[in-house]
């Protein structure tokens, strides 16, 4: 339902070709299509190779961390002496972000060759896909064809015939945004409260039950099949920008925008093109306010901003934002900017698991403060008191969540000021009706 | 919390279900020859409850502790950290709509009001006089290009306005 939108011609459809093709995920429809291809190439080298190709591509984490995915896989040890193990992040669930769902709702198969080939690289035998608990569907069609992939041979004691065991299970999550931090994920999988834990170790020396993990992205783990098919050297030619960030991207476009979807590009595409020419621009008669780029989590930028700026983890810093996992979260002019970052607010407080004190206390301080000033009861000192206390939300935790919510209250107030005092003075919204 | 047998008052009466036994307890076996200790069955099996009793009773609660060889109060930890856990029990249809600032910013807070009024549940939270609804806010779904999404029991539907809300609630009449 509700997709898809025929390919822009200014796409570069990689990961969202079959996108709307229901007989792709079935496992023969996948074949005719040329599926694990990549699996059976990887299978015919050596690991160090197939890690060495994704290294060379430059594929980076596109979960938001940007982390080199080849440089993740060669952390984990070298000599197996018990089980590794590979966890599939799915847990999508970063406001803005809608990308990793159609992954698995129309291509299942090649998320499993992406796992197959994670797997045989770094020696894990058993994958576990972590799949929030919401996404009924997808996790109906990726069991399905999970179970397919083990019939074919593809998974089970024999990769494909001839390579070494791999299984692949779905881990349903139940509704906590913070088990899509990696070590949250772990505890998670492991029957734990979904708190992160602290670093070191990381997880590729001690992760699920101890041993060493690799954590990767629902969109890293099937862009790897591409890479190993075409050649990493092909993959990092995918880039109008930088070399530091190569290949495509999918780009969930949101809020208030004509044409919302994802849009598949390269690295280096103009934000301001993935706007207003994919997604058909701002609805009749408005005008861009403000836009988050990467998810809810990276700093507001403003049209002025947005103008210029590159969709790539180097265009985006350098446009006072960050890519993130590519969520783009468009807001209009007559968007009430105030009220929309208290629901930030409201989000962040929520969804805190709370094991850190400035994170626990800082989120639902910062919400209240907002909240107060939506009342009309604010003072003009709330808004130092809130940039005062994001900085002491910083840097200060396990994970970012806390910085995550002080670093768009702060990016907010900053843009946007006027709103903020307008609410103070009257308080109502300065927005356009 | 006591153990099993007083149990079953505190859900009101009706004796509820075991969850682990026949083919409850093959289904568990299964998923425990898929993990290296019973603990990290917990997920899976506190769905389980859910599905047989309708949320995490204090039976199922005691249930899954002594089967998986965990404390209660571990289990209860675990059970109140995840929001689609329930805590209460709830009307027979369960609808979670999107609230976050991406459907927000496309209306969701009229959907809202829409399943509230048509629902008859008179606040976010709140179970129908008829016991057949209960309407809550979630945080991001994970849809927001197909605003507004809405979680009805094990069906997520996109693209919910406020003037589809009573067409979208007759298919659960």
């Given at each position: 339902m509700g997709y898809p939108h025929p390919s822009h011609p200014r796409e570069t459809v990689l990961l969202s070709r079959y996108f709307g093709d229901a007989e792709a995920r079935g496992y023969d429809g996948w074949i005719k299509r040329g599926g694990y291809q990549g699996l059976e190439k990887a299978l015919g080298t050596s690991r160090e190779q197939v890690i060495e190709e994704v290294k060379t591509s430059g594929i980076r984490g596109r979960g938001g961390a940007g982390f080199p995915a080849g440089m993740k896989w060669s952390f984990m040890p070298k000599e197996r002496n018990g089980p590794h193990y590979l966890c599939c992040n799915a847990d999508e669930g970063e406001p803005g972000t809608f990308k990793d769902r159609e992954i698995m709702r129309w291509t299942p198969h090649a998320l499993i060759e992406g796992c197959a080939i994670a797997a045989y690289a770094i020696q894990?035998?058993?994958?576990?896909?972590?799949?929030?608990?919401?996404?009924?569907?997808?996790?109906?069609?990726?069991?399905?064809?999970?179970?397919?992939?083990?019939?074919?041979?593809?998974?089970?004691?024999?990769?494909?015939?001839?390579?070494?065991?791999?299984?692949?299970?779905?881990?349903?999550?139940?509704?906590?945004?913070?088990?899509?931090?990696?070590?949250?994920?772990?505890?998670?999988?492991?029957?734990r409260r979904g708190n992160p834990r602290i670093r070191p170790p990381f997880p590729a020396q001690a992760g699920l039950w101890g041993r060493p993990t690799t954590i990767n992205n629902v969109e890293t783990l099937s862009a790897v099949p591409h890479i190993?098919?075409?050649?990493?050297?092909?993959?990092?030619?995918?880039?109008?920008?930088?070399?530091k960030s190569t290949g495509t991207k999918l780009f969930s476009v949101c809020g208030s925008i004509a044409k919302p979807g994802n849009y598949e590009v390269t690295m280096g595409f103009p934000l301001k093109d993935l706007?207003?020419?994919?997604?058909?621009?701002?609805?009749?008669?408005?005008?861009?306010?403000?836009?988050?780029?990467?998810?809810?989590?990276?700093?507001?930028?403003?049209?002025?901003?947005?103008?210029?700026?590159?969709?790539d983890y180097?265009?985006?810093?350098?446009?006072?934002?960050?890519?993130?996992?590519?969520?783009?979260?468009?807001?209009?002019?007559?968007?009430?900017?105030?009220?929309?970052?208290?629901?930030?607010?409201?989000?962040?407080?929520?969804?805190?698991?709370?094991?850190?004190?400035?994170?626990?206390?800082?989120?639902?301080w910062t919400l209240r403060i907002l909240?107060?000033?939506?009342?009309?009861?604010?003072?003009?000192?709330?808004?130092?008191?809130?940039?005062?206390?994001?900085?002491?939300?910083?840097?200060?935790?396990?994970c970012?969540?806390?910085?995550?919510?002080?670093?768009?209250?702060?990016?907010?107030?900053?843009?946007?000021?006027?709103?903020?005092?307008?609410?103070?003075?009257?308080?109502?919204?300065?927005?356009a009706g | 919390m006591s153990h099993s047998g007083a149990g079953a008052q505190a859900s009101g009466g009706a004796a509820l279900p075991k969850v682990f036994e026949g083919q409850g307890r093959s289904e568990l076996d299964a998923i425990l020859e898929k993990y290296p200790n019973r603990q990290?069955?917990?997920?899976?099996?506190?769905?389980?409850?859910?599905?047989?009793?309708?949320?995490?009773?204090?039976?199922?609660?005691?249930?899954?502790?002594?089967?998986?060889?965990?404390?209660?109060?571990?289990?209860?930890?675990?059970?109140?950290?995840?929001?689609?856990?329930?805590?209460?029990p709830v009307g027979r249809n369960f609808v979670a709509v999107c609230t976050t600032s991406p459907c927000s910013v496309c209306g969701a807070e009229a959907v809202v009001e829409a399943l509230l009024k048509a629902t008859g549940c008179g606040r976010v939270g709140e179970t129908s006089p008829d016991g057949k609804w209960t309407v809550v806010e979630t945080e991001c779904l994970g849809a927001c290009g197909f605003a507004t999404p809405v979680l009805v029991n094990d069906d997520f539907i996109e693209g919910v306005t406020a003037e589809s809300v009573p067409a979208l609630l007759e298919r659960y009449r």
């Open positions: 894990a035998e058993q994958v576990y896909i972590y799949i929030r608990g919401e996404f009924t569907e997808a996790i109906a069609i990726m069991q399905r064809a999970i179970d397919e992939a083990r019939a074919k041979g593809v998974l089970g004691p024999n990769c494909m015939g001839r390579g070494p065991r791999i299984e692949v299970m779905i881990h349903r999550g139940a509704g906590a945004y913070i088990c899509g931090e990696e070590t949250a994920l772990m505890n998670s999988i492991e029957g190993m098919v075409k050649g990493g050297a092909w993959y990092k030619g995918l880039s109008l920008s930088s070399p706007l207003f020419d994919l997604a058909g621009g701002m609805k009749p008669g408005r005008r861009l306010k403000a836009v988050q780029p990467g998810g809810c989590s990276v700093p507001f930028i403003t049209a002025q901003e947005a103008e210029g700026a590159l969709l180097e265009g985006c810093v350098a446009a006072g934002t960050q890519l993130g996992s590519g969520g783009a979260i468009v807001y209009d002019d007559s968007v009430d900017i105030v009220y929309q970052v208290s629901r930030l607010a409201r989000f962040y407080a929520h969804e805190s698991c709370a094991q850190c004190t400035q994170c626990r206390e800082g989120t639902a909240q107060r000033i939506l009342r009309g009861e604010g003072r003009m000192d709330d808004l130092g008191l809130l940039l005062d206390l994001g900085e002491q939300m910083t840097g200060k935790t396990i970012v969540l806390s910085d995550s919510c002080a670093v768009v209250v702060a990016s907010a107030i900053q843009k946007f000021r006027p709103d903020f005092e307008a609410y103070v003075r009257s308080g109502r919204s300065g927005a | 990290a069955a917990l997920l899976p099996a506190l769905w389980m409850v859910q599905r047989s009793h309708g949320w995490v009773s204090p039976e199922g609660i005691v249930e899954t502790a002594e089967t998986l060889d965990l404390t209660l109060a571990y289990v209860k930890g675990v059970a109140t950290f995840y929001t689609m856990y329930r805590q209460h």
